[in-house]
């Protein structure tokens, strides 16, 4: 855990969350700031700081997430869902701890930006 990391606050039960899934290696939460009607967050609690940042040996764990976020939106009504990450300010990413958000429940638009 690094100690000024939201999302490791989080992983860690300092900080509340909405929880829709949680094992050893993952946490699925609602956004805060939710930007469709189905909008989640999908987390390892291994601290990560963005995709640049996935190791050899974390490639087990990012496919895990994938997988998750799928389970976790099927179980909330979505079959159609769009899978997000973030890397870096300009990219939109504001926490840096790699997540997957997961958006549904509306028709999403192409480009996204």
Known sequence: ?????????IAAGHIPAEKLYEDDELL??????????????????KHIQD???????????I???MRTGSKVARE????DFRLV?????????????IHMHVL???SLNWPPG
């Not at 995709?51 to 764990?61: C, F, M, N, Q, Y």
């Open 63 to 65: 496919g895990r997430m």
């Open 51 to 61: 995709p640049t940042g996935v190791a050899k040996e974390d490639e087990g764990l």
């Open 85 to 97: 990450f973030n890397n870096g300010a300009e990219a939109g990413q504001t926490v840096f701890h």
């Open 1 to 9: 855990m690094t100690t000024d990391c939201l999302f490791c606050k």
């Open 76 to 79: 909330n009504g979505i079959t």
């Open 28 to 45: 699925a939460f609602r956004d805060i700031a939710p930007q469709a009607p189905v909008h989640f967050l999908v987390i390892p609690k």
């Open 104 to 106: 549904g429940g509306r």
